[in-house]
């Protein structure tokens, strides 16, 4: 049914951490490529990180490059961000997406099939 659920979210402060989990439901992503994405009130939807179909190959936002680490655990059908060093501006609500197609990692939302419901993430200064 729901295809992708994200989990992890909370209120951490400035410098922080926290690991947010999408866990596929109603079907398996194992070959698929997936991503994650952000979008703050009053702001555009914007690409955050992507990853490949064996996890080997990863693709980074500027603004998270260095502090935020995507993965995936394929027996588990789940796909991870870790997000260290949070800033303030990072507080948005996070989604995770699969892409079905092949190709490479894209930062264009148009390209992926499924989508979670999101996940709130709020930094605090």
């Known amino acids: 049914q729901v295809p992708l659920v994200e989990s992890g979210g909370g209120l951490v402060q400035a410098g922080g951490s926290l690991r947010l989990s999408c866990a596929a439901s109603g079907r398996t992503f194992t070959s698929y490529a997936m991503g994650w994405f952000r979008q703050a009130p009053g702001k555009e939807r914007e690409f955050v990180a992507a990853?490949?179909?064996?996890?080997?190959?990863?693709y980074y936002a500027d603004s998270v490059k260095g502090r935020f680490t995507i993965s995936r655990d394929n027996a588990k059908n789940t796909v991870y961000l870790q997000m260290n060093s949070l800033k303030p501006e990072d507080t948005a609500v996070y989604y995770c997406?699969?892409?079905?197609?092949?190709?490479?990692?894209?930062?264009?939302?148009?390209?992926?099939?499924?989508w979670g419901q999101g996940t709130q993430v709020t930094v605090s200064s």
């Open positions: 990853i490949g179909w064996s996890g080997g190959n990863t």
């Open positions: 997406a699969a892409r079905s197609n092949w190709g490479p990692l894209t930062r264009r939302m148009n390209e992926y099939d499924y």
